[in-house]
Structure formats: C-alpha cells, structure tokens
C-alpha cells in the first residue's frame, strides 16, 4: 500500500525495522506527516545549506506477543531509522485481536481495512461498526467519566496547602492531561489506551484533533521544559528527592492543562451531538430497512 506524501524508500524500511523487532501478523496505518527542516551556517563555506525530511507515523500493529514497554519499542525503531521516522504505535496480540473481532469492536471495524493494511500475513475476520443508541449512550458515559475525572485532578492542582511540591503538582496537572486526552481519543476513536504515557496521546489525539498543539511544545525554552516536566511528572516525583520544578513552570503547566480541557470539552461533545444523530439515524435506517 502506498501512502500520499510518504515515499516507498521510507515505508518499507520502517516496516521491516518493526518486523525485526517482534514477530508481526500484520501492520496497519493511521495517520503519517512528513516534515521538512532546513539548515544553514554562516562559518562554513562549503555548506550552504541542508533540507532534512522527517517522518511521523501512526501504526497498529498486531504481533504474536505482547508488546511489554511501547515506548522502549518505539525508541528502538527511532533508533533504527536514524532517527528520521517517529513511531506512534497502538498495539495488540493476535489473539486479542481475535477475541476482540469475535465479540466487535468499532475502533478495529475502522482501522483493520484492507485499504489501510501495510502488511498482513493472513486475512483477518471483519465485523462492521455497530450503529446502536444503547452504544452512543456507553460513548457518553466513558467521554464523561473520563472529563469528570481530568475535572477533578484540574480543581486540586490549585488547591491552597500548607505545603508547596511543585513536583507533585506537575503530577496532578499530567494526570488532568492524560485523562482529557483519553476522552477525546474515546469519543473519536472508541478506543481505550493501554499504555498512559503523555507524549504518546497527546500525538495520537493530534491525528484527528488540533487541541493537541495547546499543550505539544512551541520553541521557546520555557515550553520544552515544562513538557519534559510534565512528560516526566510521575518520575521526578517518585525518584527524585530534590523538587528543582518552580512554582512559575507548575503555574505554566497547570494554565496549559486549563485551556487544554476547555479545548477538548468544546470539541468532544460536538462530536458526542454528531454521533448521538448518527447512531439514531442509522439505527432507525436499519429497523425501517427490515
């Protein structure tokens, strides 16, 4: 299968890269984005310039053993790829995968086609996507428990205490991050995470969403800091013993997660009103049909 934009030369590596790594049953696209950086320096006068294209994907891939660490994976096929191509993957078992089939699952209706299918080394058993208000109503539900829950981590991290832990603080405002980008990536692609890691989601959400870029980091110094911070929040706060995060960066960070989940509530329950008549519609159609 060929992708628009993404060069042969770029594709077939990246899967044989991942078929080196782990025993694959097959491999699906999402999404991919080329970007292209150039370079130039004043001091050196037999090199005017430079323009470098890198290369994002978003992959499911199905292998016959679980994929322990994705983001030790992913490191390793960045790695492998001199670090020219970033790896965003989504991964399941082929027996979960058969399971999963068996009983129907909407997120895999959708992305298991045979138009979206990069390798494959035996046909899958599709089911359709399921139209249903009893299955709107179970999207509802987890978009808002997921939003109730970021809801609840935004209100403590400005919480007035006796004691100041600027560290912990980024931990309250990463787990506002993580749970909104769960609701939005759950009422866009009923698909449930398996692996909370920030960065991940975050660039997973901006396949569909541009909220993302709210929080994603712009070039300033201050920017990159604050989203290592945060994309580290749960480390530095059980490892580390000295809290080098000031109250400006978590300040930074927590007015981020604040416009991030305005954002993405804005967003989502446009989307929840467009599938509500979807679900309704189509449902209706198939009664009427019989």
Not at 40 to 69: A, C, M, P, R, V
């Amino acid at each position: 299968m060929k992708i628009k934009n993404i060069p042969q030369q770029v594709l077939e590596p990246i899967i044989k890269v991942i078929r080196s790594l782990v025993k694959v049953h097959s491999i699906y696209w999402i999404g991919a984005t080329k970007n292209e950086r150039s370079s130039s320096y004043l001091f050196n006068s037999e090199f005017n310039g430079n323009l470098k294209q890198h290369y994002e994907f978003t992959l499911l891939i199905i292998s016959y053993e679980e994929i322990g660490d994705s983001k030790t994976f992913r490191c390793e096929v960045f790695n492998k790829m001199k670090e020219q191509v970033k790896l965003y993957s989504i991964h399941y078992s082929y027996n979960d995968i058969k399971r999963r089939l068996e009983e129907g699952d909407n997120f895999l209706s959708r992305v298991l086609l045979p138009e979206n299918c990069l390798f494959q080394e035996s046909p899958l058993f599709l089911t359709g996507y399921c139209y249903h208000p009893r299955k709107f109503e179970e999207i509802k539900k987890v978009w808002e428990f997921r939003l109730n829950r970021a809801s609840y981590f935004e209100d403590k991290t400005d919480t007035v205490d006796m004691v100041n832990d600027e560290s912990a603080r980024m931990v309250l405002v990463s787990q506002t991050l993580l749970q909104t980008c769960a609701a939005l990536i759950w009422v866009y692609w009923e698909w449930k995470p398996h692996y909370f890691e920030l960065n991940l989601l975050l660039n997973l959400c901006k396949n569909f969403s541009k909220s993302p870029l709210i929080v994603l980091p712009k070039k300033s110094f201050t920017s990159k800091k604050v989203y290592s911070q945060l994309c580290h929040a749960q480390y530095n706060s059980n490892f580390k013993t000295v809290d080098d995060v000031s109250i400006e960066d978590s300040d930074y960070a927590s007015n981020l997660a604040e416009r991030f989940l305005r954002s993405v509530r804005k967003e989502g329950n446009k989307k929840l009103n467009e599938l509500e008549l979807l679900h309704n519609r189509q449902y209706q159609n198939k009664i009427t049909a019989k």
